[in-house]
């Protein structure tokens, strides 16, 4: 009974906390966002002190001088390998360092040649390869040329900003007297928050005073602007100059967030595109303290219809012309830290995240489970009620991997602790879980409970593991257990202590089969400043909140992850859960969208915000499938379903005072669709998996939008409801009430086919159509030219379709050819990292299918095999029969071919070759 009264509180408390728009600053209300961004352009006092340039074999160094203030920056302009610089600007002798952050990046960048083109009084011109940059004097500007073509620039409006540290002369009135300034005259701030900042009833101290770092790229021959999650916002990003807030990025946890907003949420990944037809460029803002982007595209705005009608009566019309002319324009604003900024110059939106993935990491492929069916709820009330959703899921024949637990499975939110009542045997109930085939996922926050006794409290306070407040105290705040303390993970020892709690001698009851859920990390603080730490907390090394704080969640998920690989000896790939992220954290964990609601609003949305992750690195994207606030009705819920179905990460999940939603809790009519929708996840597994690998490889991510996929058509770049699985499934589900079509993109002109999943109706790439539904249909289309392997044996979950036979579903392009690739591995260890894995590519052409490896010697023992070829779109007329020829023996065996009436384009259907994934073959028809 006290639990649920606590819990009521709670819930009051995070609702009238956390709704209110009012919680969170405006860029008016943060006095450094204002101080940048109220900066007049063309007037910038920076110049490049060119005397003192040098010129080494991968960089060019060279004092940045603020004339106004007389201030010495010193500027590193490095080559780095794949089309990438690296421009780094320092205080030459700060009054105190400057953070540094070292947790995006993965490891050291690679450095590449430099070659001087021409120095002379007013620029320096270096190159590396087909890319050059030019280093402009007074007014500092950089410019980037790629191919002889104009890319970008810095400071080009002049908006560039170094906040130096300086002594605080707001308290010396002496200094505030103009005529006795001194020599050195430092330009005053006269910003009120400058040296001490208000916002509701909290102050920040800020002892160290104005500290930001700004700067404006401008982009040529651009017209839309992606990227920079987390936002709950469209796609292509929207101008904020002039017309809203910019976008901000400072980790927050927002309550039933506002849709359509550049609000900061839970993620921050400072990586921007600018696309045109012809190029796309990529900038990766390496700073981790809060940060506000002002973007504003030609394209979008009215100049831009002046910009056409001159076009139009010059009679310049063709794209590039056109093109020549946008721009975006960008402007990063952070709080404090230094410049480190990377410009990934493409030349095309693949290239760029592959770039980017150089820099600071790709996911590790998932385990097999992962990719499956995942079932939560605020809160699986104990055992019983764990062993009972597992059982009904079998009961009703539904694909499940794995069950979550919230905070309500600990001993009163004490982490690393169960309810010793409510899950009094937790390791049988995972073993009971294990043999049904599924796992559990638990939660666990960085809020630590402020109780005596409390193993970990204790050991944080006896071993200062705790963040101090300003004053030097420990830091205390509220959240889920009440008052709670927040471990300082700047600090390695806290790394690996917090690490060595999830080894199976530490963590009672766990086994290797118990992954995890890292929530709150932004980190969430009840009652503190925007819900979260005040930015004067102080950190291991001195460093402030305030410099370290959109890396939190980073730091907490790598000790989680450094954790489970050693509690498995490195056996077991990890599988992590955050809610908070930065740059980097696709290294660790699968991230979601946080406490959403069953609002339709809510589910067309997922789909924009999983896609700008997708493109910022992090492959694992989900949102809370039927919504975590309020009731969705049926339709809701079986969109939500079918949505969710063709998302990287796939788990229902639903606040304490919702009503229990189970998918085997509906009427049959419902549960039979929600039911198809998770079985046809299931069928397509073998493709999610193949191209997780292939993420790990070239650093692609695995939903695309279609401007990746087609980057020189212009009709796709504001497209966000159709998307990409790989290259070949185009998913557009239904996102609202009462649809009986959608409106579908089929990109790549007229010779590119598309057929419907289910029906292989075809239809040619030539723009809008509007495709009938019903609540049956999944709108899920396969390009023509690709072969998709798939799984299609039903099974209670994944692990029990390990050996099961693959279906090859070939889809001809309009010359009759297609090409695919499938992987396979043992599902869950790090072998495939020595080569114990098969990746196979299929190719079909002049009527021959041919299996082949596509890494030699990479081999893994597969049981599985092929029980049926089916071949979409053939043209000739049906042979009665296939030849197939397994490579080293010598026999053809005849294979039978049926043509299969019941679908719309002629399909042949090539049954039970029943060859082994292991060998080689070819089918000839
Ligand atoms: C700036 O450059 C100068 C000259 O190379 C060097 O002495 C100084 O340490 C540098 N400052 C920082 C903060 O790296
Ligand atoms: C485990 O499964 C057994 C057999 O179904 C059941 O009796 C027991 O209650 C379960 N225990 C837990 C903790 O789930
Ligand atoms: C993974 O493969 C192992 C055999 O290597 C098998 O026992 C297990 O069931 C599989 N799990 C999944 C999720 O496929
Ligand atoms: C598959 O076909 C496409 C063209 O349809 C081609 O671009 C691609 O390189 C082919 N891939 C393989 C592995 O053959």
Redesign the pocket.
Known sequence: MELLKILTLLSVITYTFCVDHGNFKTCAQSSFCRRCREMEPNKSPYVLNFPSAQITPNSVHVELWNNEEQVVFNLTLSALVDNTFRLQVEEASPLRDRFRSLYALKSDPVLAQLEMVSRNEDEITIKNGDNAVKLIRSPFRIDFFSDTEFVASVNARGLFKFEHYRKNDQSDPAANDAENADANSEKKITDPGAWEENFKSFRDSKPFGPSAVAMDITFHGASHAYGIPEHADSLALKDTKDKTDPFRHYNLDVFEYELDSPMAIYGAIPLLYAHGPKRTTGVFWNNPSETWIDIKSSSNSENNVMNSIVNFVSGRSSDGEENKDKTVESHFMSESGVIDVFFLLGPNPKDVIREYARLTGVSPIPQYFALGYHQSRWNYND??D??SVSDNFDNSDIPLDVIWLDIEYTDHKKYFTWDPIRF???R??Q???T?QGRKLVVIIDPHIKRESGYFLHEDALANDYYVKNAEGAVYEGWCWPGSSSYLDFLNPVVMSYYSSLYSLDKFPEATNDMYLWNDMNEPSVFNGPEITMPKDCIHYGNWEHREIHNTYGLLQVKATYDGLIARSKGTKRPFILTRSFFAGSQRYAAMWTGDNSAEWSHLKISIPMCLSVSIAGMPSCGADVGGFFKNPDNELMIRWYQAGAFLPFYRAHSHIDTKRREPYLFPPEVRNLLRDAIRKRYVYLPLWYTLYHEHEISGLPVIRPLFMEYPSDPAVSTIESTYMVGSSLLCSPVTSAGASSVDVYFPGGSDELWYDIDTYKQYKGEGTVTVPVDMAKIPVFQKGGTIIPTKQRYRRSLTLTHDDPYTLIVALDSKGEANGTLYIDDNESFEYQKGKYLYLSFTFKNNVLTARRIDQDATYPANSWIERVIVIGYSKSAPAAASLKIDGKKDIIKLPVTLDETRQHKTLVVKKPAVKMTQTWSITL
């Open positions: 055992e019983d764990v062993m009094a045997h937790p049988i109930m073993q009971n879980l043999s």
